[in-house]
Nanobody, 125 residues
Framework: VQLQASGGGLVQAGGSLRLSCKAS????????VGWFRQAPGKEREGVSY???????YYADSVKGRFTISKDNDQRTVFLHMNNLKPEDSGIYYC????????????????????WGQGTLVTVSS
């Protein structure tokens, strides 16, 4: 399994970015993918998750601003980020794991077995 995250960049507060996570060797229609982020000096935290069946979950800090989606045929998970704030800055990682049922979607980092290399998001004030 390989995950390739991309789409990060520098944006002003209030702007938007779309992150992509390209998966190979992994069935997106069966298994979940999560987006996590780590700001300098802070622990990595969960941002958003999507199950194999398409259920979505969001951290409270991004609800209403971020949208996770996926294209199973393209083997890609997207994170659409709107109304970005400086506190959204950090390295964003996508992660995946294999679950017994398509509806289950882990929210803990320890439950994810495969990680991408990360993409840097910087939001200026």
């Amino acid at each position: 399994v390989q995950l390739q995250a991309s789409g990060g960049g520098l944006v002003q507060a209030g702007g938007s970015l779309r992150l992509s996570c390209k998966a190979s060797g992994f069935a997106l229609n069966h298994f979940p993918v999560g987006w996590f982020r780590q700001a300098p000096g802070k622990e990595r935290e969960g941002v958003s998750y999507i199950s194999g069946s398409g259920r979505t979950y969001y951290a409270d800090s991004v609800k209403g601003r971020f949208t996770i989606s996926k294209d199973n045929d393209q083997r890609t998970v997207f994170l659409h980020m709107n109304n970005l704030k400086p506190e959204d800055s950090g390295i964003y990682y996508c992660a995946a794991t294999e679950t017994a049922v398509t509806t289950y979607c882990p929210r803990m980092q320890s439950e994810y077995d495969y990680w991408g290399q990360g993409t840097l998001v910087t939001v200026s004030s």
